[in-house]
């Protein structure tokens, strides 16, 4: 966890150095398909945010303790050590978004070598159609390749890869458990052989 918040702040240092508006864009895609979705990060706010053609995908916060539900009434906590933010679903193009409040965080009990992570969700604005989370992505587990150039994420029905950024300050190394989130809950395309690559642009 020391070493984590090293990372992070060192992370955070590099990003508001480097980008004139505190930004920083990555993208995660499928190595099969070359579709997938782009991220930007705000150092200043440890905010990362995707968006599609409908609107806001994944909105989450790093190194905070809050997240509020609706602006300035009512809030949920954030436990040290985890993140805390919204998936947003949608019925289709231009359609109604459900908006779905996420506190994720490590949980005990990964096979060795892994670490363990557990989503909770609480639905905010209900979304009719079949778009949903799956039940899947609530539990996952992470296990960086021995070299650190991959990350292997594995669900109880499925197990992809995705290749890292070679910088160690990559947001996406600090925080490995949002790019893993990001791929099981749906916020980036499938890829039909399970591999992506996750880039600095």
């Known amino acids: 966890m020391e070493r984590r918040s090293a990372l ?6 590099l990003l508001l150095s480097a980008c ?3 930004l920083a864009s990555m993208s995660v895609v499928g190595t099969d398909t070359g579709v ?3 991220f930007t990060y705000e150092a200043a706010t440890h905010r990362l945010e995707a968006s599609g053609p409908e609107g806001p ?3 989450f916060w790093t190194d905070t303790k809050e997240i509020w539900i609706k ?3 009512i809030r949920r906590e954030v436990p040290p050590g985890c993140d805390g933010g919204f998936i947003y679903l949608y019925e289709g193009p231009n359609q109604k978004k459900g908006r779905v409040a996420v506190i994720l965080c490590p949980r005990d009990g990964a096979p060795a070598g892994w670490t363990g992570w557990h989503a909770s969700l609480e639905e905010l604005t209900k979304v009719t159609g079949e778009k949903q989370i799956p039940t899947s992505a609530l539990s996952f587990d992470l296990q960086p390749s021995a070299d ?3 990350l292997v994420v594995a669900t109880e029905t499925s197990k992809v890869k995705v ?7 990559s947001f996406f190394r600090v925080h490995p458990e949002l790019l893993a ?8 395309p499938p890829s039909r052989v399970g591999t992506y690559a996750a880039k600095d642009e």
Not at 8 to 13: P, T, V, Y
Not at 181 to 188: D, I, P, Q, R, T
């Open 8 to 13: 992070a702040a060192l992370a955070a240092a």
């Open 20 to 22: 004139a508006h505190n």
């Open 36 to 38: 997938g979705r782009d």
């Open 57 to 59: 995908i994944v909105r």
């Open 71 to 73: 602006s300035g009434q």
């Open 148 to 150: 650190g150039t991959d």
């Open 163 to 169: 290749s890292l950024p070679q910088s160690e300050a």
């Open 181 to 188: 989130f990001a791929l099981v809950s749906g916020a980036v």
